[in-house]
Structure formats: C-alpha cells, structure tokens
Nanobody
Framework: QVQLVESGGGLVQAGHSLRLSCLVS????????MAWFRQAPGSEREFVSS????????YYAESVKGRFMITRDNAKNTVYLQMNSLKPEDTAIYYC????????????????WGQGTQVIVSS
C-alpha cells in the first residue's frame, strides 16, 4: 500500500535549522507531485511548499519563502524540506503529501498523506 513516512522533526531554538524527510513507497514516486503542509495548534492546515515530478520547479508559501527549500531525490523516493532561520510561528505538525497530477502548484487536490512530524521552535 501507499505509505508516506515523515521524519526529522524535533525541538529547536529560533534561528536554527531542521531538515524534514518523507520516504514514499507503494507508488511511482517520479510521477507524483510532492508537497509539504503544516498545522499549528488551534489552526487550520496550511500549504508550505510543493515540487514537480523532477524537482525542477517548486512553489512556496509567502511565510516561508527565502527560508525553506523543498527538494526531492527520485532515486531514493524521498522528498525533503530544508527549514532555515526557524521562527516560533513555524511550530506545527508537518505533513508530507503527494498526487499523480502534474499541477504541483494546486494544493487542493493532493491524494496521499503521511502521518506528520512535530516541529517545535522555541524562543
């Protein structure tokens, strides 16, 4: 079955960095757009970043632009989220998501979801 397993979350101080990983199995990874979402306590889930089938194109929420970078390694069936200059407002559960469509920029129709990994940024 399709599985998306996130890892790399943790507790960090503001200004530090984390790299999240999402290992995907059960599908043709190179034919799926991939994305990261997050949900803070008491808040709605929000889009963070997404990338195309090859990783050649990407899209970022304004709140993370210039600080986060999404990459993928199709040989390893893994998508990453490099999170730099972390802020307390980045605290959330981060979810990995995928879809078969090429429209990576459309964050309303992702099909497959991971269980999430917690990121806590302290002051």
């Amino acid at each position: 079955q399709v599985q998306l397993v996130e890892s790399g979350g943790g507790l960090v101080q503001a200004g530090h960095s984390l790299r999240l990983s999402c290992l995907v199995s059960g599908l043709t990874f190179s034919r799926h757009s991939m994305a990261w979402f997050r949900q803070a306590p008491g808040s709605e889930r929000e889009f963070v970043s997404s990338t195309s089938w090859t990783g050649g194109s990407s899209y970022y929420a304004e709140s993370v632009k210039g600080r986060f970078m999404i990459t993928r390694d199709n040989a390893k069936n893994t998508v990453y989220l490099q999170m730099n200059s972390l802020k307390p407002e980045d605290t959330a559960i981060y979810y990995c998501a995928g879809k078969r469509h090429t429209s990576y920029w459309n964050f309303d129709d992702y099909e497959y979801w991971g269980q999430g990994t917690q990121v806590i940024v302290s002051s």
